[in-house]
């Protein structure tokens, strides 16, 4: 019975301090408040009127003690609890680093966008070394002034003034020559041989000067101030000038043909080798020739001997062996007296072409 006496009593006085300690402060006890703060005062109260007892009531207090303190560290425990979630907190922060990882990212990514430039180098080399083969090959550009003189336009026979030098009778070899000349184009003035003179060549374009003509009226040599184009069918005229060697006696009777020795001459007119310029032979015609210098242009010879030549020219600006430099182009053709019908066609296209040739004056 006394300790439940003493028990009841100590629950009294531990009632009667609870009443005490709540007497002074205004808020009920059934404050949810933080239960921490009402063991503080209980524990820090320093009553002397328990302090009597305190070898029976040691148990309960400390029990109280207990209760409180057990009861004061839940209430730290949020505090505890705040803590680590501010640290959580702080993650994103750590977060923030990787953030930074697309920089270095973006780094390598500038690297490689450098490859391009270093590969336009190699492709723009190898470009350039090409772009230089041509010059180099600029030099075959050096041949091109050869063609120069082909480039030059054909003087054309049309309206071109031919002055005809022949005998006064005007034989019908003659006309038919003229004819020949008109239908290429030519204007034809018919002249006597006895007439001519360096005045009288003076404005004409071509002088053609016919086998009919008397070689007495050339011996003169008045041709050779002459610089005008021209074509002999008569050798002693070109060999007053100097173009020849031989003076008379210069046709081969009883031949009919000629050896056409530069085939690739516009004169030639694709024909080559052995050409028939007459229709028959005979004992009272035949092929004329000469017996030019170093510096003419053979086209056609008599057959089987070289020297003699049936058609050749001297080019304007070029050398006889006597030392006689031509004032303009001269040309020779074969033919002798009465030929206009015994002739072939290919013998009038070499006519055609040399009358041409020699209006070139080149």
Sequence with gaps: MKRVFAWLTAVILALTLAACSDGGSTKPAESAQPAAEAVKPAAESSTPTPAADAGKTEAPSSDAGTTAQTEAKPAETPKAEGQPEAKPAEAPKAESKPAETPKAESQPAA???????????????????????????????????????????????????VLFVGRERNPAEDVAVAQRLKNLGFVVTNIEDRDVTIDEVKGYDLIYISQTTNSKYLKDGFMKEVAIPTVYVKNHGMYYLGLSSVEENTTVMNSKSIEIVDSKHKVAGGLSGKVDVFKEAGDKFGVSYGVPGKEAKIIATVPGDKKKAALYYYDKGTKADNGYTTKARVSFYYWSNGMHENSTDASWKLLDNLVLWTLQNG
């Design 111 to 161: 690297k490689p966008a450098e490859t391009p430039k270093a590969e336009s180098k190699p492709a723009a080399q190898p470009a350039a070394k090409p772009a230089e083969t041509p010059k180099a090959e600029a030099p075959a550009a050096k041949p091109a002034p050869a063609p120069a003189p082909a480039q030059a336009p054909e003087i054309s026979a049309k309206g071109k003034k």
